[in-house]
């Protein structure tokens, strides 16, 4: 069975940094490419981060480039995202999820399974 | 970058009803567009990928169709375990998703 399992969520100051981890189990995890997505409160999805699954290439939203830095350590199945340079608008549910992955030989880039997420607050 | 409209950003019908969602993109997506759906306080879950295939284990009252530009997701019988906000998103040949704004479907 495939999880998902964040952690590192939490109350930060404005300018702060935090460092979200994502466990996974239950799958080929360097197979996949991962993402993370946040919510805000009340507010829709938005597509925060991605790597690919050998970690070689990373790619970022413009709302959170050069202050964010996705990462994963693929011996130890686990996803991270470092978050610098914190903004009230980076209060969010952050979620990880997994690429559905190769589908009759096409790469499917949809995100079949997600965490439950983990709240950051950012507030002085 | 791409941007994705959705329409309407509400709705309301009645168990039975067929419901349809539309999502439009800025640009050519080919049929890159995956369909979510959200209940209150949990995770998203996959529906429809790649505008039409429906993810194992949903049921067939959800679909998908569409290419390019214009995509329509749809209900074909409302049931009241489908209330949620239902959100599209595009992908494109690198690690890029852009969400659509979601919709939001309740129960008259």
């Known amino acids: 069975e495939v999880q998902l399992l964040e952690s590192g969520g939490g109350l930060v100051q404005p300018g702060g940094s935090l460092r979200l981890s994502c466990a996974a189990s239950?799958?080929?995890?360097?197979?996949?490419?991962m993402s993370w997505v946040r919510q805000a409160p009340g507010k829709g999805l938005e597509w925060v981060s991605a790597?690919?699954?050998?970690?070689?290439?990373?790619y970022y939203a413009d709302s959170v480039k050069g202050r964010f830095t996705i990462s994963r350590d693929n011996s130890k199945n686990t996803l991270y995202l470092q978050m610098n340079s914190l903004r009230a608008e980076d209060t969010a549910v952050y979620y990880c999820?997994?690429?559905?992955?190769?589908?009759?030989?096409?790469?499917?880039?949809?995100?079949?399974?997600w965490g439950q997420g983990t709240l950051v607050t950012v507030s002085s | 970058d791409i941007q994705m409209t959705q329409s309407p950003s509400s709705l309301s019908a009645s168990v039975g009803d067929r419901v349809t969602i539309t999502c439009q993109a800025s640009?050519?997506?080919?049929?890159?567009l995956n369909w979510y759906q959200q209940k209150p306080g949990k995770a998203p879950k996959l529906l429809i990928y790649?505008?039409?295939n429906l993810e194992t284990g949903v049921p067939s009252r959800f679909s998908g169709s569409g290419s390019g530009t214009d995509f329509t997701f749809t209900i074909s019988s409302l049931q009241p375990e489908d209330i949620a906000t239902y959100y599209c998103?595009?992908?494109?040949?690198?690690?890029?998703?852009?969400f659509g704004p979601g919709t939001k479907v309740d129960i008259k």
């Open positions: 998103q595009q992908y494109d040949n690198l690690l890029l998703f852009t």
């Open positions: 999820a997994k690429d559905k992955g190769y589908i009759w030989g096409s790469y499917v880039r949809a995100l079949d399974y």
């Open positions: 640009q050519d997506i080919s049929n890159y």
């Open positions: 239950g799958f080929t995890f360097s197979s996949y490419a």
């Open positions: 790649d505008a039409s």
């Open positions: 790597i690919s699954g050998s970690g070689g290439s990373t």
